[in-house]
């Protein structure tokens, strides 16, 4: 969880939870270790309402995730999407270790060089988004 901070450090950010299921746990975590409220509308289930997930999505200026359908979806809707890949991440949509993805050419990826680093990664994704100018609107 450690390996967060640099995202979650992030001036003028509002972290929304687009994860699916129970994130109790994690909005607690984000809470104590870097001070930030993530977001988690009770309202949506993710897993039975995809109209409501998409209306959330698209509300949404960058949307950061791994590999999984709300890359899809955030796409499909136009957003910028961030991806953190796995470096053994085995999908057609991604070429490993490629930045763009032709499948889903809204999504810029970040790799894994070592299965079991998550800081280096999600190190690079903090320093691309503190260099994209804010939106509004």
């Known amino acids: 969880m450690a390996e967060w901070g640099p995202v979650f450090g992030l001036d003028d950010a509002v972290f929304v ?3 699916y299921g129970d994130v109790a746990d994690d ?3 984000v809470r104590e270790r870097f001070g930030v409220d993530l977001l988690v509308d009770p309202e ?3 897993y ?3 109209d409501a997930l ?3 999505v698209a509300a ?3 949307v950061v995730s791994i590999a999984n359908s709300t890359v899809a979806l955030a796409h499909g809707l136009g957003k910028r999407v961030h991806v953190i890949a796995r470096n ?3 999908d057609w949509r991604y070429a490993r270790g490629a930045e763009t993805s032709r499948w889903l050419p809204t999504a810029r990826c970040v790799w ?3 299965g079991r680093d998550w800081a280096t990664p999600i190190a690079a994704l903090s320093k691309r988004l503190r260099s994209r100018p804010s939106t509004t609107g």
């Open 17 to 19: 939870s687009l994860q």
């Open 48 to 50: 039975r309402d995809l």
């Open 27 to 29: 909005v607690r975590l």
């Open 60 to 62: 949404m200026d960058t």
């Open 88 to 90: 053994v991440q085995d």
């Open 112 to 114: 894994q060089t070592d």
């Open 44 to 46: 949506i289930d993710a």
């Open 54 to 56: 998409a209306s959330q």
